[in-house]
């Protein structure tokens, strides 16, 4: 087996049971099992468990990032697009292995030890921040509105994790949708299913 292809196996393995386990439940020799990559080739690949964070981090994080975008560029509307967010974020915590956002799962296990891990779930949050400023900027909106909408997106992830429901996203909806009537750009409706 090539590198690459081991280092895949070993990501795709550390992606389901960190996100699924917690990241501290979860050791190399779970990785190893269920990616059938050896504890050497593993440790060739990732010299500790905390690069193995690091490494599944950031390839979720152009997962995530790239499927929001799918879903949002879906829609024309500069305001549609800046709620079709929260609709993206109702699927998503719809999805049935859905367990809470995995960087403010990562930060809340290993935040205050692990500069590398902070930094990585920081660098997540600033792109998506970035996003909605990009989104708002588009809409002709104020900046700090992206940044009340952020706080929405964030307090929906938390909630709907730890209830298991996709409701916080509907809830976050319609506040965003008073948000954008506020600021001129979009009429008080009911939100979207």
Not at 84 to 110: H, K, M, Q, T
Request: aromatic letters at 8%.
């Amino acid at each position: 087996m090539d590198r690459e292809a081991a280092r895949d196996l070993a990501l795709d393995a550390a992606e389901e049971l960190f996100y699924s386990r917690g990241i501290q439940a979860v050791g190399m020799d779970d990785i190893r099992g269920l990616s059938g990559v050896s504890l050497k080739r593993l440790y060739q690949l990732f010299a500790t468990k905390e690069l193995l964070v690091e490494a599944y981090l950031e390839r979720r994080d152009v997962s995530w990032r790239r499927r929001l975008a799918r879903h949002v560029e879906a829609f024309e509307d500069p305001g549609e697009r800046i709620l079709a967010v929260f609709d993206w974020l109702g699927l998503w915590f719809g999805e049935p292995a859905f367990r809470g956002c995995a960087w403010i799962n990562s930060y809340g296990e290993l935040g205050a030890t692990s500069a590398t891990i902070a930094a990585q779930a920081r660098k997540h949050k600033l792109a998506f921040r970035r996003y909605l400023r990009e989104l708002t900027a588009a809409a002709g909106l104020p900046e700090p509105l992206a940044d009340q909408l952020l706080l929405l997106a964030e307090g929906a992830m938390v909630t709907a994790g730890i209830f298991a429901t996709p409701a916080p996203a509907a809830q976050a909806r319609a506040a965003a949708v008073q948000l954008l009537a506020a600021a001129g750009r979009a009429r008080p409706a009911v939100p979207a299913e």
